[in-house]
């Protein structure tokens, strides 16, 4: 079972970036899709960008296109979000989670993440 552990979160103002770390420990990821979540108060969870274990495919909630990227280095065995022009609406928390499957050819769906960080906290003032 992975661990992942996200990093990065804090309070910024509207306009601003933060970028987003997950670290992951107990398995290497490169042959694995990472994607990040978001849950903001009295909303339901969110799919917002997903990486596919070959970089060449990511996908992107349509709110965050143009403004957030995913990446990833697996040397450091790291996903990445960075977030840009940030907007109140943005606030939430954020997770890592991990593909329960690995070398997935299209990116998982909602359903198909096996394992969760434990979030970190995004608040965008305006």
């Known amino acids: 079972q992975v661990q992942l552990v996200e990093s990065g979160g804090g309070l910024v103002q509207a306009g601003g970036s933060l970028r987003l770390s997950c670290t992951a420990s107990g398995r290497n990821i490169s042959n694995y899709s990472m994607g990040w979540f978001r849950q903001a108060p009295g909303k339901e969870r969110e799919y917002v960008a997903a990486?596919?274990?070959?970089?060449?495919?990511?996908y992107y909630v349509d709110s965050v296109k143009g403004r957030f990227t995913i990446s990833r280095d697996n040397a450091k065995n790291t996903v990445y979000l960075q977030m840009n022009s940030l907007k109140p609406e943005d606030t939430a928390v954020y997770y890592c989670a991990a593909d329960r499957n690995l070398l997935r050819w299209s990116l998982p769906g909602e359903t198909d993440f096996g394992s969760w960080g434990q979030g970190t906290q995004v608040t965008v003032s305006s």
């Open positions: 990486i596919g274990w070959s970089e060449g495919i990511t």
